[in-house]
């Protein structure tokens, strides 16, 4: 570990223990940080395929989406930019429920999410089963706002918040990993922010 | 978006040397840094400073990097938040001489090589990584390449004002007249002059005007897979 900085005392002397190291509490706001333009996509043209390294390849328009199992998550999220937000509170389907459908092959070990920008990003297959992930079009009760991802994003809350693609439309199950857009482009691997993982070689 | 990414230089944790401390503008300071063992970085990449205090709290935040490649010193400008806890320390305590923990070069997406046609387009403070491009363009003798408006409350709180100009950048003032223009934002009749077929657009600046020059862009027809954007949020 470096030294002191000479003359930093810091403000937050608090820790809240939700917070991972290096992060603190944006509060009430929730920023924007997107690489691109925000598309503007009809959820009538919306639709979520899971394909790749599956026994039953499907795709779910919007109105079919709905007809699935409702799934919420309460708690927490992390920007990698260092801002948390507590308390959130997102609704959709869990992940599991459309790999229920789809039923990865055993050679499955991993997933790239694509957004309808052309967006990617990888994730191990384990971190979006068991009740991790979910593909959520509510946020506070309301649709998802389309700055935030809206009509559909993944959301993927134990990790970095660009693991969560905004404007998801298909999670295709690998064998090997892929690094996704951030991750060619300098970012961790796989992102998680208790271990601090922000960029390449943490 | 779709084009895969060409990966950019990227570098770990250095020490930085403070070899120079400027405040061009009321609201932000110009720091210069020597950093030791440095990878050196494409125009509109940027950093990682981290503090730390005597129980080993620490604190971290990315600045954009203004410098070119070619000067032998990083230099990063940082706008000063009244609530920002690096960003006041930084301009109010860092003195020539400091060391700090820095990280970088960062980021791979909002880079400009130096050597295909781009639109700039920043506001306020971000116009930062722009200026490092302009003076890679310099550096280059490539500032045929580049085509630049940027918005600003008033021009004196613009930084690095004499130096867009100088580069031919239509500067928009929504606060006050400038030149022949009345106080207003950037429309697409400013724009529209700067587009040419190949370009790849760079829009920065906060989360709002990010999303009104983008749409503004896409809407004038730049497909949207070649308007990359930085938005800044609030990260005191």
């Known amino acids: 570990m470096p030294g002191p900085t000479r003359g930093f005392l810091g403000r937050r002397r608090e820790r809240d223990p939700r917070l991972p190291p290096g992060q603190y509490d944006v509060g009430r706001d929730w920023p924007v940080l997107t690489a691109e333009p925000t598309p503007r996509i009809a959820p009538e043209t919306w639709s979520i395929t899971v394909d790749g390294r599956v026994e039953n390849p499907t795709t779910w328009t919007w109105d079919e989406a709905h007809l699935l199992p409702r799934s919420e998550y309460r708690g927490d999220i992390h920007c990698v930019t260092t801002w948390s937000k507590f308390d959130t509170w997102f609704a959709g389907v869990s992940v599991d429920t459309l790999l229920e459908a789809t039923r990865p092959t055993a050679d499955a070990h991993f997933v790239v999410a694509t957004s309808k920008t052309g967006y990617t990003t990888n994730l191990p297959l384990a971190d979006v089963t068991g009740g991790k992930a979910w593909v959520v079009w509510e946020y506070d009760g309301g649709p998802l706002p389309v700055e935030h991802g809206g009509p559909v994003r993944l959301l993927v809350p134990h990790l970095y918040f660009w693991k969560s693609a905004k404007w998801v439309t298909r999670l295709t199950l690998l064998q090997r990993d892929q690094p996704g857009f951030w991750e060619q482009n300098g970012y961790h691997d796989r992102g998680d922010p208790w271990r601090e993982q922000r960029y390449q070689g943490d | ?236």
């Open chain 2, 1 to 236: 978006m779709t084009e895969p990414g060409r990966r950019a230089p990227s570098g770990g944790w250095r020490t930085a040397t403070v070899a120079g401390v400027r405040r061009p503008v009321p609201r932000g300071v110009e720091l210069r840094l020597d950093v030791a063992d440095r990878v050196e970085h494409l125009a509109g990449q940027h950093y990682v400073v981290r503090l730390t205090a005597e129980d080993s709290y620490t604190a971290q935040r990315s600045y954009s990097v203004a410098s070119a490649p070619g000067d032998p010193l990083v230099e990063l400008f940082v706008e000063r938040l009244d609530e920002g806890e690096v960003s006041t320390y930084l301009a109010d305590v860092v003195e020539p001489g400091d060391e700090l923990d820095v990280r970088g070069p960062i980021g791979g997406w909002f880079a400009w090589d130096g050597a295909r046609p781009a639109l700039l387009v920043g506001g306020g403070t971000g116009i930062v990584p722009l200026v490092a491009m302009v003076r890679t363009a310099r550096e280059l003798g490539r500032t045929d390449l580049l085509r630049i408006a940027v918005s600003t409350r008033t021009l004196a709180e613009l930084p690095y004002a004499g130096e867009l100009l100088a580069a031919g950048a239509l500067v928009a003032t929504t606060r006050e007249a400038h030149g022949l223009r009345t106080a207003g934002r950037l429309t697409a009749a400013d724009l529209v002059p700067l587009c040419e077929r190949g370009q790849t657009a760079y829009v920065c600046g906060s989360a709002g005007f990010a999303e009104a020059a983008s749409q503004l862009l896409v809407g004038m027809g730049i497909p949207a897979a070649d308007v990359r954007v930085e938005r800044f949020g609030p990260s005191g």
